[in-house]
């Protein structure tokens, strides 16, 4: 399978505004809790009565399934948990220091620090064009960067 890269966080930020990249984000990991939660019922519905089937084959293949779908459940919390910790972390930071104004920045560029976890974003904002460093974890290659 190919997949298309994501696009760079500036590119990602600057082509709806940064408001519009927040709510994205926000709703993308909560679509990944509704995953995890809809794996766990799967999971328990699934385990319910495997002990009572009479074939072995049938109990081993219902105990994968509900293996596959707690592992499924996991992964989905997991993610859920990067994206909305990515988001959360950006969006804390996006505050104009000079007019105090809430999210409405444009994204210079985008670099990495010392520490190979930290990267930083140069923004800018559109009132007043006070610039700032926001600076981010990266903790996931899944999660867009």
Known sequence: MNRQPDPPLVSAINANGFREWHSYELARSFGYLALGVIMLVCALAIMEGV??????????????????SLCMTGWAWW???QI???????????VCGQCQRYGRIEALA??????????????????????????YTVQSRHVRS
């Open 79 to 81: 993610r859920f948990i």
């Open 51 to 68: 002990f009572e089937r009479p074939n072995v084959f049938e109990r081993l293949f219902k105990l994968f399934l509900t293996f596959f």
């Open 84 to 94: 909305l910790m990515r988001a959360e972390e950006i969006g804390r930071q996006a």
């Open 110 to 135: 985008e670099a990495a620090t010392e520490d190979p976890q930290l990267r930083s974003l140069t923004c800018q904002c559109t009132k007043c064009a006070h610039v700032w460093p926001i600076t």
